[in-house]
């Protein structure tokens, strides 16, 4: 049988942190090569890019190995034969949180995650939001009761980030380490 290429779908939605997306797909293309990564970003997102950095959404796309149109609802993603490693979302805003558990598709990155968790494929969010409502929050616990993985874009003190690459570098690290992909070095080891 034919070898299926390993992929990971990266989803992007318009919460505050577009530069994760930048630092994730960077890290992927620099440290796994061999790994296809296939991103989806919102309208949302397309804003905060805009917002938050210096790219446009061309040289987003060009980090990765396939991009999609958001209303592109026919795409690979969208079918659970497409088989991949899983799916992150970064950053993760409240109403992408919303759709995923309620299963309300109605955009690929939203059809790409509810794939994702019915085929029991691994799904981590970095759901950003500050302060967190009483909707977020149960959201956020019914995304973790349905199997995803949440894992906020939090900063870290104890491995002393000197620059805003660092503290992205440390989210990224935490993505990564869901799918075994991380370069290791900013975990907690303990006391010394
Ligand atoms: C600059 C900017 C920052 C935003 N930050 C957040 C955020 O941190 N968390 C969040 O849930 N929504 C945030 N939003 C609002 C979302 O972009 C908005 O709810 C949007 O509809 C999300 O749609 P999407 O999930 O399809 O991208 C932000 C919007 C803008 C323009």
């Known amino acids: 049988m034919k070898q299926q290429p390993a992929r990971l779908v990266v989803g992007m939605s318009g919460a505050s942190g577009a530069p994760l997306t930048v ?4 890290q992927l293309r620099d440290r796994h090569p061999e790994i296809e990564t296939h991103l989806i970003v919102t309208h949302g997102a397309a804003l905060t890019l805009a917002q938050e950095t210096d790219l446009s959404l061309e040289d987003l796309r060009a980090l990765a190995s396939v991009s ?9 993603p969208a079918s659970g034969s497409f088989k991949t490693m899983g799916m992150i979302v970064v950053p993760c805003s ?3 949180v919303a759709g995923i558990v309620s299963g309300y ?3 690929l990155l939203l059809r790409a995650a509810d794939v994702t968790l019915k085929e029991r494929r691994k799904l981590a969010l970095a759901a950003r939001e500050s302060p967190l409502g009483t ?17 906020p874009p939090v900063l870290a003190y104890y491995n002393h980030p000197f620059s805003l ?5 440390h989210v990224v690290n935490r993505l990564l380490s869901q799918f075994d992909l991380d370069e290791g070095g900013y975990q907690w080891t303990g006391l010394e």
């Open 94 to 96: 409240m109403k992408t």
């Open 23 to 26: 630092a994730l797909l960077r």
């Open 135 to 151: 909707v977020h929050l149960r959201n956020l616990y019914e995304a973790s009761q349905l199997g995803a993985v949440v894992v």
């Open 105 to 107: 598709s109605d955009n």
């Open 165 to 169: 690459e660092d503290c992205a570098n």
């Open 68 to 76: 999609y149109e958001n209303g592109d609802i026919g795409a690979a």
